[in-house]
C-alpha cells in the first residue's frame, strides 16, 4: 500500500509540474558581446519585478559569468508568462586581454579578466546544450550578422529543437539595418528593439509571451 501511495504521489507531482503554468522556464539571453544583452535583461527585470541583474558596459565582456533572475512573471493578455532570465556572456571565438589594455586597464587586470571571459563563455554554451528552454539572441542591428559565431550557436540552437526569438537591437541608431538581419535569419522572426531606449518592448513582451509560455 505504501508503495503504491509512494508510486500516486510522484505521478501527481510530475502531472502538476506537466501542467502547471507557474513552473518558469530558463529563457537565456545569447548573442555576440555589446550586442544589448545585458542591458536587455535589466529592462525585462525592471520593467517586471523593479530590479536589475547586472552592469551594462561599453567594456567588451563585462558580464563575464552568467546571471540569473529567477520568476520574472510577464503578464500578458490576462496571462501570466513566468521565465528565469540568464544573462550570459557574449560569445566570441577570441577574447583577447588586449582589447581591455584598451580600456585602460592594467596588465595583470586585463589578463585576469579575459581568462575570466573566456571561462564565461564556456559555461553559457554549456547552459545552452544542457540548461536552458528557450533563447532570446540580441543582435547589433548596426553590426554584420553575416558571423560564424551567429551561424554557429543559431545552428546549435535549431539543432537542440529550442524556441528562439530573434531581436534586433539598437534601432534607435541612424545606421540600425533590421533587414539585413531578417536576411541572415530568414527562417525566424525577426523583432526589432531599443532595449535602451525601451522603444517596442510591448512587442517583445507579446512575442515572449507567445514564444516562452
Ligand atoms: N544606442 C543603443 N545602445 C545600446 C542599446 N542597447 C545597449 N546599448 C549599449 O551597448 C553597450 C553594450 O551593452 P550591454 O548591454 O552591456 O551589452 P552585452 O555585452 O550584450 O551585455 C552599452 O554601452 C549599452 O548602453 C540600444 O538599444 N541602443
Ligand atoms: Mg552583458
Known amino acids: 500500500m505504501g508503495l503504491l501511495n509512494g508510486l500516486k504521489d510522484s505521478v501527481t507531482r510530475v502531472t502538476e509540474r506537466l501542467f502547471s503554468a507557474s513552473e518558469p522556464k530558463r529563457i537565456g539571453i545569447y ?10 535583461a535589466n529592462r525585462i527585470a525592471r520593467d517586471w519585478t523593479g530590479d536589475a541583474i547586472g552592469p551594462e558596459s561599453h567594456i567588451p565582456h563585462e558580464t563575464r559569468r552568467a546571471r540569473r533572475k529567477e520568476n520574472v512573471d510577464i503578464e500578458r493578455n490576462g496571462k501570466t508568462v513566468s521565465i528565469d532570465i540568464v544573462d550570459t556572456p557574449g560569445v566570441t571565438t577570441k577574447v583577447d586581454y588586449k582589447e581591455f589594455l584598451e580600456h585602460d586597464m592594467e596588465k595583470d587586470d586585463a589578463v585576469r579578466r579575459s581568462r575570466e571571459a573566456t571561462e564565461g563563455v564556456a559555461e ?30 543559431i545552428g546549435i540552437i535549431e539543432s537542440q529543437e529550442l524556441p528562439v526569438l530573434i531581436l534586433a537591437n539598437k534601432i534607435d541608431c541612424e545606421d540600425s539595418n533590421i533587414q539585413r538581419i531578417s536576411n541572415a535569419f530568414p527562417q525566424h522572426e525577426t523583432i526589432p528593439l531599443s532595449a535602451l531606449e525601451g522603444d517596442n518592448m510591448d512587442e517583445v513582451y507579446d512575442k515572449i509571451a507567445e514564444y516562452f509560455a
Not at 548573442?31 to 536587455?40: D, E, F, H, I, S
Not at 543582435?139 to 550578422?145: A, F, G, K, R
Open 31 to 40: 548573442g555576440p558581446p555589446n550586442a544589448g544583452k545585458t542591458t536587455l
Open 124 to 153: 553559457a554554451m554549456h547552459w545552452l546544450r544542457e540548461d536552458v528552454e528557450g533563447v532570446i539572441y540580441v543582435l547589433d542591428s548596426t553590426e554584420d550578422p553575416f558571423t560564424q559565431v551567429n551561424t554557429m550557436l
